[in-house]
C-alpha cells in the first residue's frame, strides 16, 4: 500500500538554529500538507501546497516558515530560526484532489525538539 | 468558520465495556466531510472513517460504529466491547473537499481501557 514518508523521525535542535523536515508523499497524488501537533495537543494545520505553489496556510505560518518541492519527490518544510515553542510532532500528508476520496494519507510524523 | 469540539478530554473504561465517543462540528457549508482517527502511543495518525454530508447511514466495522446526525451536527464514534489495544488518544476531523480538503481537529479524547 501506499504511504507518505517522513524524515528524520526524530530531531532535537538548539534554539536558533534552521530545521528542514522532509517528507516524501503518494507518487500521484497532488495535494501536500503539513500539520502540526504539540504534546499533548491537537493537530492543527499548518500549509497546504498545491501546483508548486502555498494554496492555504494557517497563522502559525510566519515567515519563519517555509514549504518546497525541490523536485518531484520530496516536499519540505524548513524553519528558519527555530523556537521552543516550535517543539512539536510535525505530520505530513498527501491528497490525491478531486475526483479521488477525501482521505488524507498521514506520514508517521517527525518529532522536532526544540532546547 | 469550521469548528470541531470533542468534549470528552478523557474516558477510562475497563475491557469488554462499550465506549462512545462525542463529536460536534460546526460548519456553513453544505459540502465536507467528516473523519476519525486514531493516534495510538507511538504518535502516529491512523486513519479510521470519512463519511461526506450526504451520507447519513450509520456505518458499522467490526467492533467500531458510527453515527451521522445532521439534524445534531454529531458525527459519534462507538466502539463495542473494547480492548486494551484500543487505548489511544481519537481525534474527529473535518474537511471542505472543494477548498484543499485541509483537515480541521478537534482535540482529541483519550480514552483508557483497563484489563
Known amino acids: 500500500e501506499p504511504e507518505v514518508t517522513q524524515t528524520p523521525s526524530h530531531q532535537v535542535t538548539q534554539m536558533g538554529q534552521e530545521v528542514i523536515l522532509r517528507c516524501v508523499p503518494i507518487s500521484n497524488h497532488l495535494y501536500f500538507y503539513w500539520y502540526r501537533q504539540i504534546l499533548g495537543q491537537k493537530v492543527e494545520f499548518l500549509v497546504s501546497?498545491?501546483?508548486?505553489?502555498?494554496?492555504?496556510k494557517s497563522e502559525i505560518f510566519d515567515d519563519q516558515f517555509s514549504v518546497e518541492r525541490p523536485d518531484g519527490s520530496n516536499f519540505t518544510l524548513k524553519i528558519r530560526s527555530t523556537k521552543l515553542e516550535d517543539s512539536a510532532m510535525y505530520f505530513c500528508?498527501?491528497?490525491?484532489?478531486?475526483?479521488?476520496?477525501?482521505?488524507?494519507?498521514f506520514g508517521e510524523g517527525s518529532r522536532l525538539t526544540v532546547l | 468558520a469550521q469548528k470541531v469540539t470533542q468534549a470528552q478530554t478523557e474516558i477510562s473504561v475497563v475491557e469488554k465495556e462499550d465506549v462512545t465517543l462525542d463529536c460536534v462540528y460546526e460548519t456553513r457549508d453544505t459540502t465536507y466531510y467528516l473523519f476519525w482517527y486514531k493516534q495510538p502511543p507511538s504518535g502516529e495518525l491512523v486513519f479510521l472513517i470519512r463519511?461526506?454530508?450526504?451520507?447519513?447511514q450509520n456505518e458499522i466495522s467490526g467492533r467500531y460504529s458510527w453515527n451521522f446526525q445532521k439534524s445534531t451536527s454529531s458525527f459519534n464514534f462507538t466502539i463495542t466491547a473494547s480492548q486494551v489495544v484500543d487505548s489511544a488518544v481519537y481525534f474527529c476531523?473535518?474537511?471542505?473537499?472543494?477548498?484543499?480538503?485541509?483537515?480541521?481537529f478537534g482535540g482529541g479524547t483519550r480514552l483508557m481501557v483497563k484489563p
Open positions: 501546497f498545491y501546483n508548486n505553489e502555498i494554496s492555504e
Open positions: 463519511r461526506n454530508s450526504f451520507d447519513e
Open positions: 476531523a473535518l474537511s471542505f473537499y472543494n477548498a484543499g480538503n485541509m483537515l480541521t
Open positions: 500528508a498527501s491528497w490525491g484532489g478531486q475526483g479521488n476520496t477525501g482521505e488524507l494519507f
